[in-house]
């Protein structure tokens, strides 16, 4: 696979909930799983039986530091690392959407199906989506493979298929000339995240 990104290593994680819930949350969490592997291995009168609770702290330290020799030492094994490449979001879109493209139909007269433009036009998305993922994560030397797959999966369905470009704008921003940016959120659409600054400059009016 090319572009791998490690999705599990280095995401930024985010708090799920503001102000205190989300401690209060782990606490409780903690909390139950305490339990429930205090009355398995360590309470004399729970599931292990052993005769001290000692025994049964020990028993749990030792499948920890198993763990932790898997991943530090071993490097998952018996597991593959490959997992950790195919984990991201992302990478499972692309590969999905790419396992079924050669079986979706051009047009469709079932409502709801998806056919080959949609999923091409998606793909370009999630394309350009990996290409700013792996500059975040420090492989900006690997992103623009990434951006030539979001061209070639646009150029598919606006000069490859039975779609095409709009030529013409319309509504009240008509008249305006656009500037076309590699972002999802509006605080992202700043100079940096043009398609002209990365390389990649768009002629015509829609793209």
């Not at 995401?11 to 205090?38: D, E, M, Q």
């Not at 493209?101 to 370009?124: F, I, K, M, W, Y």
């Not at 779609?163 to 009240?172: I, V």
Request: aromatic share 16%.
């Amino acid at each position: 696979m090319t572009n791998p990104l490690p999705y599990l290593e280095q995401r930024k994680l985010v708090k799920r909930w503001s102000g205190p819930i989300a401690p209060i949350a782990n606490l409780i969490f903690t909390l139950i799983l305490f339990a429930i592997t205090w009355w398995i291995f360590q309470d004399p009168r729970g599931v292990m039986r052993f005769y001290t609770p000692y025994v049964g702290y020990n028993y749990c330290r030792w499948w920890l530091i198993i763990l932790i020799w898997m991943a530090y030492i071993f490097d998952f094994w018996p597991f593959k690392r490959k997992w950790l490449e195919t984990a991201h979001p992302l990478q499972k879109g692309i590969d999905e959407l790419e396992a079924a493209l050669n079986d979706l139909p051009e047009t469709t007269n079932s409502p709801g199906r998806l056919v080959r433009g949609a999923a091409q036009h998606n793909l370009c998305q999630l394309y350009i989506d990996k290409g700013v993922a792996l500059e975040e994560a420090g492989q900006g030397g690997e992103a623009p493979a990434a951006y030539a797959k979001a061209i070639t999966y646009g150029n598919d369905v606006i000069d490859g298929s039975v779609y095409g470009l709009m030529t013409e704008r319309f509504g009240s921003r008509k008249d305006e000339n656009p500037d076309f940016y590699y972002a999802n959120i509006e605080s992202q659409q700043t100079p940096d995240h043009l398609y002209s600054a990365a390389g990649y400059p768009i002629e015509g009016i829609i793209y």
